[in-house]
């Protein structure tokens, strides 16, 4: 029962991020916060809440560790999803963001594992293909198809986090090193704001944009990321494949109740083949291995 509720948590939280994203960043002709600004108090929040909780948790095993066991490339790609996906949430809606953030996500990591030698079987291969067609459908040009440079933002998003997540694979101590990537990736910031000025980009933070960045970078990012990993812990990686399964759909709830977004048939329909693709992609190759 403590599992379950913490695994709910954990996919409650992760759905936030796209609930707190679009409410900050997209609501209507008022942003309360400009994309780049979001993305910078999200990411300063979360590696001040990491450093804090390394500090306190300590050395409490013995072990010597690497003061410093990031990367400056895992750091790179959690910085592109971090701007990629404010500057998507300025046009998308909340579950139509979440849906090709988590589609594009699992699309990374799929296809790293055929580069490796992966073979799938058909009932992994009919999964793959129905979920990929429901994704090129639901993107493709129509009344109700999303912003196309919104959605090429947020699928970016998803295939830097999913490079992010395979570079994390098998760390040994995966807290310090999430807290030494998200400090690193504070250098990035520099870049980016830069080209906010070249390019005479909007700069503009109201306090309530500046405390939904702060919590989503300090709470729903850096410590529900502590979370997960205990989760995956006991739950194993396919499970937890699965278990994410729920986040689009707890985004589009989210957005529905406290944004007032409506349902599209074709996000629906989308949302139910590309899930359940996916579903049947992981469910097959547990079976096979």
Not at 13 to 25: D, H, L, Q, Y
Not at 76 to 95: E, I, N, P, Q, R
Not at 200 to 224: C, E, I, K, Q
């Amino acid at each position: 029962m403590r599992l379950a509720v913490i695994t709910a948590i954990t996919m409650i939280a992760f759905a936030a991020n796209s609930v707190i994203g679009r409410m900050a960043i997209g609501s209507g002709t008022a942003p309360l916060i400009d994309p780049a600004s979001y993305s910078a108090v999200r990411l300063i929040s979360g590696a001040a809440t990491l450093a804090i909780l390394v500090a306190l948790t300590g050395n409490r095993d013995g072990v010597k560790r690497s003061p410093q066991p990031g990367a400056w490339t895992s750091a790179f790609f959690l910085f592109l999803y971090a701007v990629a996906f404010s500057y998507a949430y300025a046009a998308l809606d909340t579950g139509i963001g979440a849906l090709i953030l988590f589609a594009c996500v699992q699309a990374t990591m799929i296809g790293w594992s055929l580069k490796e030698g992966d073979r799938p079987a058909l009932l992994e291969w009919l999964g793959l293909i129905v979920a990929f067609g429901a994704f090129v459908w639901l993107v493709s040009p129509g009344l109700s198809a999303p912003d196309p440079v919104a959605a090429a933002l947020m699928a970016l998003s998803g295939i830097a986090w999913g490079v992010y997540s395979l570079r994390g694979r098998g760390l040994g101590d995966p807290i310090r090193s999430t807290a030494d990537n998200f400090l690193r990736s504070l250098a990035y910031l520099v870049p980016l704001a830069l080209i906010v000025v070249v390019a005479r980009l909007p700069l503009h933070a109201a306090m309530a944009g500046l405390l939904l960045a702060a919590l989503s970078g300090g709470v729903t990012s850096g410590l529900v990321y502590v979370l997960w990993y205990r989760v995956l812990r006991q739950i194993g990686a396919t499970q937890g494949a699965i278990v994410q399964l729920t986040v689009p759909v707890i985004a589009t709830l989210g957005g529905t109740l406290l944004l007032g977004e409506s349902w599209s048939f074709r996000l629906v329909l989308s949302s139910l083949l590309i899930l359940g693709g996916v579903a049947l992609a992981i469910v097959a190759k547990q079976r096979r291995t």
